[in-house]
């Protein structure tokens, strides 16, 4: 898939080849050869058509003039003293990279393809400073063309993959948007393999958390729950419509769509890092809250069919958060929708009728035992029924040797500091278990609930108060009773 340069960039490689350089200065003070001189002025600022055939003519002496040999350093590094040549190479250097495929062919056939461009991404530690970025911009098309040219990467390229990951989340972490879409977009040329992917996800602190706090932005969501919470915000089917909608944390459109991209292409190893985006990012609901404020078919069409990678590639995990987050309602109301990409259309119906045939055959115990198992709760309809609670009390705490005892422990555990409500959720539950079965008292007891209603009756969120001392009273009755 081809994406228009980033602008930013863009704007210093044109401002790059504008410059004046004083070649013979250069080659005076010893910053470059006569040699590496003959080869510039051969190529630069000539017709396009001209320098293909200087350069194909002469592939190995272009290759050593970028990459070095036996014989003479790279013009990179001899000329590692005068920023200005070496800016100027790098812009020169890519041009006839993306211009010219037996180029880029001939420098991926030395021993060492990357070796002068690797040390010039920690040049300096300002996200702006020219020099790494132009370089990063280099090296993802040559990684790119090697990872396409080969089924298997090579020793060298997985470490520059590794190093060049590692500069772009430095720029998917910066505040301004035309750095992070930099890095998206370099992480989009790469991510064209199943190797590329696996290095990524094993890098994910780095990579994959800076792409998921720019869709929580806008998403309207932040990490800690400022605004509001996936869950909490997620419990309506609308959508809203585009003249409507506003991408929240100044997230545009296009660095939105860049980033669902990179997402898109990495769930194709969805078997790797399906489950984890969920524990770790809780992706499921994120993409559902995106999937209603999508202001475009084409971030729709990406939101899509990466839930559709994920969630085939992790059914029993990822169904049940999927229906817990009211996926098959949301495509329902997609479905009215006068949606004409046919990509879109398909993926929509695929995933309907994988949320249908799983819907279809869960009882509402297995909806409340999916939900403990997510390990978060919300007010679904179980949870304020007394009719399930009358006809499931007993298999809840009986259910594999107290399993969703020890869920619900586990989840009352947690301070959720931004999500009160799952807490309240949480003492709702404990009462009604107490009130049903009331000789199993002791046993929630052991699983440390009733310690943790106590302790909750204190809490400063009035809900949790009032569900806690609910949950309190009930074994306070049988005790009186008794």
């Not at 070649?23 to 005076?28: D, F, L, T």
């Not at 298999?395 to 020890?406: V, W």
């Amino acid at each position: 898939m081809s994406l228009d340069p980033p602008a930013y960039l863009l704007s210093i490689q044109n401002n790059i080849r504008q410059r004046p350089i004083p070649w013979e200065g250069a080659v005076r003070a010893g910053h470059i050869t006569d040699a590496h001189l003959k080869k510039i002025k051969s190529v630069d600022k000539v017709r396009r058509e001209q320098r293909r055939q200087t350069v194909e003519a002469d592939l190995d002496g272009f290759k050593s003039l970028f990459l070095g040999s036996d014989k003479e350093q790279s013009v990179l590094e001899s000329a590692g003293k005068r920023t200005d040549v070496v800016q100027y190479i790098l812009v020169l250097a890519g041009d006839l990279i993306d211009d010219i495929p037996a180029l880029t062919s001939s420098l991926l056939s030395h021993p060492k393809p990357y070796k002068p461009f690797l040390p010039l991404l920690t040049q300096s530690s300002n996200p702006e400073e020219a020099i790494p970025l132009l370089t990063s911009s280099l090296l993802a098309s040559l990684i790119s063309s090697s990872l396409l040219a080969s089924p298997k990467t090579k020793p060298d390229t997985e470490r520059a993959i590794s190093k060049l990951y590692t500069y772009l989340s430095g720029l998917a972490r910066s505040a301004d948007s035309g750095l992070q879409d930099i890095a998206v977009q370099e992480y989009s040329a790469i991510l064209r393999t199943r190797r590329a992917r696996e290095i990524f996800w094993n890098q994910r602190e780095d990579t994959i958390t800076p792409l998921i706090d720019i869709l929580r932005a806008a998403a309207g969501v932040g990490r800690n729950g400022d605004e509001s919470t996936l869950w909490s915000s997620g419990s309506s089917s609308s959508l809203r419509s585009v003249t409507e909608v506003s991408m929240g944390g100044g997230v545009g459109l296009q660095l939105l769509y860049h980033v669902l991209l990179v997402l898109w292409q990495l769930s194709f190893a969805g078997d790797l890092v399906g489950e984890g985006l969920e524990e770790e990012h809780e992706i499921i609901p994120l993409y559902i809250r995106l999937l209603r404020l999508s202001p475009k078919e084409k971030t729709t069409r990406l939101l899509l069919s990466t839930l559709l990678n994920l969630i085939s590639a992790n059914p029993s995990s990822l169904l049940p958060a999927s229906a817990l987050a009211r996926l098959p309602s949301l495509l329902q109301s997609l479905q009215s929708r006068h949606l004409t990409d046919p990509d879109l259309l398909a993926d929509l119906s695929s995933l309907t009728t994988l949320l249908d045939d799983y819907t279809n055959t869960q009882t509402t115990f297995d909806q409340y035992a999916a939900e403990l198992r997510s390990g978060h709760l919300y007010w679904s309809p179980p949870h304020r029924n007394p009719s399930f609670w009358h006809d499931h009390a007993r298999a809840i705490c009986d259910d594999a040797n107290g399993e969703l005892l020890n869920l619900l422990a586990n989840i009352m555990d947690k301070p959720w500091d931004q999500d009160k409500h799952v807490l309240a959720v949480a003492c709702n539950d404990v009462a009604f278990l107490v009130k049903e079965v009331p000789e199993q008292r002791s046993r929630l007891e052991k699983a440390g609930l009733k310690a943790r209603c106590l302790a909750l009756m204190a809490d400063p969120d009035e809900s949790v108060r009032w569900e806690s001392l609910r949950a309190v009273g009930e074994w306070l009755r049988y005790n009186f009773d008794q």
